[in-house]
C-alpha cells in the first residue's frame, strides 16, 4: 500500500513538475495519455505549465485548448469538449471539502464543458457546474452554478451578464512550434 502511494505521488511530481514543462505538445501528451490516463482528443493542444490533479478522470474532446498554467481536477470526473478554449490559469475543481462535514471531509461531482465553450483567463468553475454549449466565462469569474448555453456569465458569484451568438462555426487548430 505505501508502495502504491509513493508511485502514485511520484508519477504526480514528475507530471506537475517536469513533464509540463517539456516544449513538445507530442512528449507531454504521450505522458499524459499514458502514464496519467488522460484521453486527450484529436487536435487538441495542452499548454506547457498545465497541473493535473489526479490520474485518470479527465476527458478532453478534440481541438480543445488547455492554455498555460491551468489546472485540471479529475478526481470527480472532467469532460472537455470539442473546441473548447481554455485561457490561462483557469481552476476546474471537481473535489472540495464540505465545510459543515465534522471532519472536514470531502466532496466530488463531476464538471462538464460542452462544445465552443470559452473560460476566460483566472476564471475558476467550482465542482458539479455544467458549462453550456458555446458559452463564455469571463475573466476572473467564480461559477458556483451551471452556465445556460451560449450565455455569457462574468462575477463572484458569476452571473448572466451577456448572450453570445449561436452560429459559431469555428475549430481550433492552436498548436506553435515550441510550446
Not at 498555460?68 to 473546441?83: F, S, T
Not at 471532519?103 to 457546474?129: C, N, Q, T, Y
Not at 458555446?134 to 461559477?143: K, S, T
Not at 451568438?165 to 481550433?172: F, I, P, V
Request: proline content about 4%.
Amino acid at each position: 500500500m505505501q508502495a502504491r502511494r509513493i508511485a502514485f505521488e511520484l508519477l504526480m511530481y514528475a507530471a506537475n513538475h517536469w513533464v509540463n514543462r517539456i516544449p513538445f505538445y507530442t512528449v507531454r501528451n504521450l505522458f499524459y495519455r499514458k502514464l496519467l490516463k488522460v484521453d486527450i482528443g484529436t487536435g487538441t493542444a495542452m499548454q506547457m505549465d498545465v497541473l493535473l490533479m489526479t490520474r485518470g478522470g479527465i476527458r478532453i474532446g478534440d481541438n480543445s485548448v488547455i492554455n498555460r498554467g491551468c489546472m485540471l481536477d479529475g478526481r470527480g470526473g472532467l469532460y472537455i469538449g470539442n473546441n473548447v478554449n481554455i485561457s490561462p490559469e483557469t481552476m476546474i475543481l471537481t473535489a472540495e471539502h464540505d465545510v459543515n462535514h465534522p471532519l472536514f471531509g470531502g466532496k466530488e461531482a463531476p464538471v462538464v464543458i460542452h462544445d465552443d465553450s470559452w473560460l476566460s483567463s483566472r476564471s475558476m468553475i467550482l465542482p458539479g457546474v455544467i458549462v453550456g454549449r458555446g458559452a463564455v466565462v469571463a475573466a476572473g469569474a467564480v461559477v458556483t452554478k451551471d452556465v445556460p448555453e451560449y450565455a455569457i456569465v462574468g462575477g463572484v458569484p458569476a452571473r448572466v451578464i451577456g448572450t453570445r451568438a449561436s452560429n459559431l462555426q469555428y475549430e481550433l487548430n492552436y498548436f506553435r512550434l515550441f510550446q
